[in-house]
Every structure is written in structure tokens, then in C-alpha cells.
């Protein structure tokens, strides 16, 4: 029988989550169908009901609803518990088991482009859901340092606060940031400032930017925000959200199916996709 897997958010129209799946599906010849579900906050419980009742094979989670889905499953691990919020769930033999791939996801994406975290100074540019899940593993990695810069302080300091992995963190401001930037190797942003519409904003000023770091903007529409611009001509390497987007996809479709798959063919869908995005805007 077709198995039946999906995204949960609210909105939802635009998740690319369906086309990329779907088309897995389709080249690893599984019998399976991946459909987005709007989904209001109040009938979270009823759809989560809903889908283990039909015995789906697993679904996506995202915004509003990642943290508030996790009193409602049978069981979540140790990272996406640490972290508090659950992008991915699988179902386990009738138990449905959350997990958190956006971290990993990022991680991976990050690997492909450099040896890693290990040894690096870092700087994290946001406190959001986004920052929490890729503060929690790159602090795994054990950096030398991963400082949070943040329009609001104080949630960057709570960010370090509540991570349970020992590393050498500082909140600071976005100003405060900039100044000291020529001490970072690789540099995270993950506010929301850039993405479109608003594509002629950036979040801190790049005057100071060391040479050849690495910065990535988990943005990718657009693909090259105002910052990656701006640290392009300034020496810097590059590296859009794209990678992130599609390793947490793979990582969570390997959660589903135990197949690994083809992230080239992977970034190539969403490539095309984000085309017509930009052509509608
Ligand atoms: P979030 O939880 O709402 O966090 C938003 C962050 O942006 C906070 O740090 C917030 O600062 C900051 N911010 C927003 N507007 C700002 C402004 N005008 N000036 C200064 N700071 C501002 O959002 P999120 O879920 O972490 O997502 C953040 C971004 O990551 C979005 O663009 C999203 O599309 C992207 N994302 C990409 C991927 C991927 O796979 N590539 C995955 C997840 C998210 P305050 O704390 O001061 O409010």
C-alpha cells in the first residue's frame, strides 16, 4: 500500500519539502506520496492524532508548530529534546519519534565546503529557532569559540544559557560584532534580515571581515543575500542556505526510507524551483 509522508506548518504554500521528496520517491522506486497539510495551532493535536491513526511513515515540521509538537509524540531524542524543537518524525512501529535534522543538516552542509567546526572561531548571527539548532551542534563539534550576536541580547544569552554542550560563548551586539569581526574564521547568519522582499538589507556592517573566513547565510531566496555580496567582494568564501535545506531533507528522508539520497539531484530540484520563485516576485 502507498505509504503517505508530509510537511505540517501554517503557512505552508511555499515548502519546497513536497517537490524534493516526491521526486526521491519517485527515482528510488518507493511507493510514496509527501503532501503539505496547513495546519492551525489549535488542531495540531487532532492532526497529529490523525496521522498516526492512518499510520503514516513519518512527516516534516516546521514553523509555527516545531516546538509545540513535542508533548504530542510518543518519544523525541537526545538532540531534538536538547534543542526543543522537532523538524522530523518517523514513524516507529505505531510510536511516532521525533527528531531535529535541521542542526545535522546544516553540519553536513557546512562539511561539504569545509573540514569543519573543530578548532574554528566562530560567530553566530541570530538567536532564532534556526541559531538554537545549529548553536547546539556545532557546539557538539567543539570549536574554540562560538560567540552570538543578536539584536536582542538577551536572548543570545539565553541561547548559551540553556545549551547543554560545554563551549566558550559571548552574547553580544550586532555592533559589537562587527567590530571584532577580523577574529572570526567562519561566520553564521541566521536572522531573517536579507531574505526577500527585503533583499538590499544586511545585518552588520563587514568592514572588518577576515580574509578568506567562511561565511553562510541560511537564507536562499534569494540565493545570494546583500551579505554574501558584501563578503564575497571583501575576500570571503560563500555558501548559501541551499545546503542546509537539502541535507536536513536528506537527513530526515534517510530517517524515513534508510536510503541515503542524491543531493546533487537534490539541490538541482530545489534550484529549478527557486527559479520560478524569482520570476513570480
Ligand atoms: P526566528 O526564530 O523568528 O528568529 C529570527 C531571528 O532574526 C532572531 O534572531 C531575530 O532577532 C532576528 N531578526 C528578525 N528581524 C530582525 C531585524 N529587523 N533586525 C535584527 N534582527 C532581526 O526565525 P528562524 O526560524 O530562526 O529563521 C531565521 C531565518 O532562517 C529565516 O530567514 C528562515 O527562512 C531561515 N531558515 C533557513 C533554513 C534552511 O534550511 N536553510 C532553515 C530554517 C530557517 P531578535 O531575537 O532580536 O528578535
Known amino acids: 500500500m502507498k505509504k503517505l509522508y508530509a510537511v505540517i506548518g501554517n503557512p505552508i504554500g511555499h515548502s519546497m519539502s513536497p517537490i524534493m521528496h516526491n521526486d526521491l520517491f519517485s527515482f528510488y522506486q518507493i511507493d510514496a506520496s509527501y503532501l503539505p497539510f496547513q495546519i492551525k495551532s489549535e488542531d ?4 497529529v492524532d490523525g496521522f498516526k491513526a492512518i499510520g503514516i511513515g513519518g512527516f516534516n ?7 509545540a509538537i513535542i508533548p504530542l509524540l510518543d518519544e523525541v531524542d537526545e538532540l531534538a529534546a536538547s534543542i526543543g524543537a522537532v523538524n522530523t518524525v518517523v514513524n516507529e512501529n505505531g510510536r511516532l519519534k521525533g527528531y531535529n535534522t535541521d542542526g545535522p543538516g546544516f553540519l553536513k552542509g557546512l562539511q561539504a565546503f569545509m573540514s569543519g567546526a573543530a578548532s574554528k572561531k566562530i560567530l553566530l548571527i541570530g538567536a532564532g529557532g534556526a541559531a538554537r539548532a545549529i548553536y547546539f551542534t556545532l557546539a557538539m563539534e567543539k570549536p574554540e569559540a562560538i560567540d552570538i550576536a543578536n ?30 569581526l577580523g577574529e572570526y574564521d567562519l561566520v553564521v547568519q541566521t536572522t531573517s534580515i536579507g531574505m526577500a522582499p527585503k533583499i538590499a538589507d544586511q545585518p552588520l556592517d563587514l568592514s572588518n571581515i577576515k580574509k578568506h573566513s567562511h561565511v553562510c547565510d541560511i537564507i536562499y531566496n534569494p540565493l545570494e543575500t546583500k551579505l554574501l555580496q558584501d563578503a564575497s567582494n571583501r575576500g570571503a568564501n560563500v555558501q548559501n542556505g541551499i545546503d542546509m535545506f537539502v541535507y536536513q531533507g536528506a537527513l530526515a528522508f534517510e530517517k524515513w526510507t534508510g536510503i541515503f539520497p542524491d543531493v546533487e539531484r537534490m539541490r538541482e530540484n530545489v534550484l529549478k524551483q527557486l527559479g520560478g520563485l524569482h520570476v513570480n516576485r
Open 44 to 47: 495540531l493535536k487532532d492532526a
Open 61 to 67: 515540521v516546521t514553523v509555527p508548530h516545531k516546538t
Open 151 to 180: 539584536r536582542t541580547v538577551a536572548k543570545a544569552q539565553r541561547l548559551i544559557d540553556d545549551c547543554p554542550y560545554s563551549v566558550k560563548s559571548e552574547a553580544c551586539t550586532l555592533e559589537e560584532a562587527g567590530r571584532k
